[in-house]
């Protein structure tokens, strides 16, 4: 809700600047989102009148005015509008002037000619091009006839402002109109609330003679209002109220329509006018449209209805889409001369469905859908017959035509100052919680601290008495009420030793270059089954939004492959992603999935990049591993860590290796397969994931403090040639159970193969670092050790030493 200051002050005295009630109305319990002067940037725009206008001698499209700006000697302008001519009255910005965007006006020859100043167009005041005039969207803007020349354009085009937008959320649909936000703002600041004064002189015709209303759907439509205006001289509508539309985000279209938009904003009561000579009939029914039904819309739309959708009609066909958009065929128009002006009561959620269904979401439907005053609907109508009475020259005819079937009836609620005291936590005295309700003005009744308030129609969120200590509060002050800490035994919160684990996971794989994604959980049936650590049926939305989204994920990794995919496009290169999120595994036995949450990573491009120290690392399989055994160690895990090299679907057959726990499968790391790389249109990419439950919650070993050898060790390398099929892991695994407790570290430092060693043949070397804590290791000890060594490779995988 756009809410005008200048507006505002003429229903409540405003002794506060538009900053401070912004903040009085925010510590209330409505948040002011933006406090904006309209004329905000803008300096030095006077009213000038055009005097002399004729063609550019080298310009077809420009003209060379000459204008009085009120200055004594008139100035040469050179204009392009289309639209200027001579005796207008225009918006001139003078040298040394300044428009929105700091755009400074400096003298200057155009084609030749000297310029001295601008004329305006309202764009080029800041105002948007959507919410101009149509007369005055693709030109400059002209004042009316009686505007003074050298006056301020600003304040002649009542810019001179401030606009609030509050942010409402959806209870509050009473501050969607301007006296709804005058009595919050007068309960605010403690002053009275100026209503508009409605009179106008009738005409002894009655509005029954000319129409009558009858209603099918009562329940959808409980009232309805109809007047009628005769004799209306359809033109712009004054300057004052186009500017108070634009202000508020509508655009002006012309006098009638312009008022039926105003009252609309003042009360928070939609109305609609029809052209009665065009309506076709005496008649209004109001019911619901057959299935089939056609309607034109005002935006020249067919619309096909149901018997979801409530219409008026002209007792045969329908003429509007009660609550959302008139039809084209009884608009007003220029040559309109009698109105039939519409205030109704729709039923919310008849309104929803209609604007839902045709996309037809506009400001009228928006009140009706939350909820209008229904005290307001009778009130508005008749403030719109003043306006058009007053600025269309119209005719008000007596009375009005109506439906009316319902009963309106205001809420009493019965609370106690105790009951509020105890909620709140305060000791708010009775004549101060009775002097807030007054201020609100509800009607309210005391007896020994019990109050019976009658709350008024125009606040419909207010209904229980849980509201009404809701009101106390906000409007004592959310500042003023003590804060207390909770009494009685407790115990200090801390974080479990599962999410104490996975911050640590997530904290050093940040550390180590990644940045976390966040992914959607649902994904489509192509995708849900790729890169998964174990079997699972789909777990399919009854619902859902879309086939993309129609899926429980069972791995990560797709949807980051997206991530990955999309800042690629963006040339973005080096791309180094985790995420820690939840899988879904079915059983068809189970009613719900099982939730298990993975950790994934995606990880493309550069790891190290430092162009000016020449250094450059491309992310390959080892770095991705580094990173792994890094979190692995981090958990205490790493002894416990075995990788074996794996075929999966999607991945290298020939660069991927499972993870293995103490034996039990936990996940797989290894680079995408260059079909998948090329289909996401990325470059080598590598991918791991993870079951992350089963990594937090292993029981670690516990650490065990080695000192550090005061004794001397002994090192040996050895070169074993082996079949190409014999893995390196093995090999390791046999010479670490081989040497004993004097083995104490073993090193991988090349492979080889080559036509020296022979067909299917490769060589391994590996470092042996022997050792005895307790005293200096002779030769002969480390020889009989590394014996055993050679002994147990030769016979387990016919390994021979390399010469």
């Known amino acids: 809700m756009f809410v005008s200051y200048k507006w505002l002050s003429e229903y409540v005295d405003l002794d506060i600047s538009p900053e401070g009630l912004a903040e009085k109305i925010t510590k209330s319990g409505i948040e002011v989102e933006n406090v904006q002067a309209v004329n905000e940037g803008i300096k030095d725009v006077v009213v000038g009148q055009v005097l002399e206008k004729e063609q550019h001698p080298n310009a077809e499209k420009l003209s060379k005015c000459l204008v009085d700006i009120g200055e004594g000697e008139p100035v040469q302008i050179i204009c392009g509008a289309q639209n200027v001519e001579k005796g207008q009255k225009v918006p001139v910005a003078k040298v040394g002037a300044v428009l929105p965007g700091n755009f400074k006006i400096k003298r200057a020859k155009l084609r030749g000619e000297e310029s001295n100043g601008m004329i305006c167009s309202l764009q080029e005041l800041g105002i948007e091009g959507k919410l101009v005039p149509k007369e005055f969207s693709d030109g400059i803007f002209v004042f009316p006839s009686d505007a003074e020349v050298g006056k301020n354009a600003i304040e002649q085009l009542f810019m001179d402002d401030y606009v609030l937008e509050l942010g409402l959320t959806p209870n509050r649909s009473d501050c969607l109109s301007m006296i709804g936000v005058a009595y919050e703002v007068a309960a605010i600041l403690k002053k009275e609330v100026r209503k508009p004064e409605v009179h106008y002189e009738a005409a002894e015709e009655k509005a029954t003679d000319y129409i009558t209303v009858n209603v099918e759907a009562k329940e959808d439509n409980p009232f309805y209002v109809a007047k009628i205006i005769k004799n209306v001289k359809i033109a712009p509508s004054p300057l004052w109220m186009q500017m108070r539309l634009i202000k508020a985000g509508i655009r002006p279209h012309n006098n009638v329509v312009d008022i039926t938009n105003y009252c609309l904003l003042e009360y928070g009561q939609p109305l609609h006018a029809f052209d009665y000579d065009r309506f076709g009939s005496k008649e209004i029914l109001v019911r619901r449209a057959h299935d ?5 819309t005002l935006d020249d739309q067919e619309r096909k209805l149901t018997s979801d959708h409530l219409v008026i009609t002209n007792g045969k066909v329908p003429v509007a889409l009660a609550g959302v958009m008139g039809g084209a065929d009884s608009e007003v128009r220029d040559d309109t001369t009698t109105v039939l002006l519409e205030a109704a009561y729709f039923k919310g959620s008849v309104v929803r469905k209609a604007s839902k269904d045709f996309g037809l979401r506009s400001e009228a439907s928006l009140r009706f859908e939350k909820g209008v005053d229904p005290n307001r609907v009778k009130a508005a109508a008749e403030r719109a017959a003043q306006l058009i009475a007053k600025y269309a020259s119209g005719t008000v005819l007596e009375g009005e035509a109506e439906f009316h079937d319902f009963s309106i009836e205001k809420k009493v609620i019965t609370i106690s100052a105790e009951e509020i005291n105890n909620v709140l936590g305060t000791n708010i005295a009775v004549d101060e919680i009775k002097e807030i309700f007054d201020r609100l003005q509800f009607e309210t009744v005391e007896e020994n601290g019990l109050f019976t308030v009658t709350v008024p129609t125009r606040r419909g969120d207010i209904a229980i008495e849980e509201d009404l200590i809701e009101e106390v509060a906000r409007l004592y002050g959310y ?16 974080l479990t030793d599962y999410q104490l684990k996975r911050r640590k996971v997530r904290r050093f794989l940040e550390g180590a270059g990644l940045y976390q994604a966040i992914t959607y959980s649902l994904t489509s049936k192509e995708k849900a089954g790729q890169f998964t650590l174990e079997t699972s049926s789909f777990t399919q939305l009854a619902l859902p939004m879309s086939e993309e989204r129609s899926v429980l994920r069972l791995s990560l990794l797709p949807h980051l492959l997206e991530s990955v995919k999309y800042n690629k496009a963006r040339q973005i290169d080096d791309i180094h992603l985790y995420e820690i999120g939840s899988v879904f595994i079915s059983d068809d036995a189970l009613e719900k999935p099982l939730e298990k949450e993975r950790l994934s990573g995606v990880m493309t491009g550069h790891y190290v990049y430092h162009p000016w120290q020449g250094e450059k690392t491309k992310v390959d ?10 979190l692995f160690d981090l958990l205490g895990l790493l002894d416990e860590i075995e990788y074996k090299q794996a075929k999966r679907e999607g991945l290298h057959p020939g660069r991927t290796a499972d993870i293995y726990l103490n034996g039990s499968f936990i996940g797989f790391v290894g680079e995408l397969n260059p079909e998948v790389e090329k289909e996401y249109d990325l470059d080598e990419t590598y991918v791991f994931e993870l079951k992350l439950a089963d990594l937090i919650q292993y029981e670690a070993k516990p650490v065990i403090y080695t000192p550090i050898p005061r004794f001397p060790s002994i090192t040996r390398d050895i070169a074993l040639v082996v079949d190409q099929h014999v893995h390196a892991g093995e090999l ?36 042996l670092r022997y050792y005895d804590p307790e005293r200096t290791l002779t030769d002969e000890e480390a020889a009989k050790a590394h014996e055993k060594v050679i002994k147990a490779v030769e016979e387990k995988f016919s390994a021979v030493l390399r010469s």
């Open 479 to 494: 500042d003023y009420i003590p804060s207390t800490l909770p009494e009685g035994s407790s115990t200090s919160g801390a």
């Open 732 to 767: 390791q695994e046999t010479i670490r159970e081989a040497g004993g407790k004097l083995l104490k570290e073993i090193s991988i430092f090349d492979v080889y193969e080559g036509e020296r060693l022979g067909a299917g043949k490769k060589s391994i070397a590996f470092s």
């Open 621 to 630: 399989f080892y770095v991705v591993k580094g990173i792994l055994d890094g």
């Open 292 to 296: 089939g039904e056609t309607i034109v």
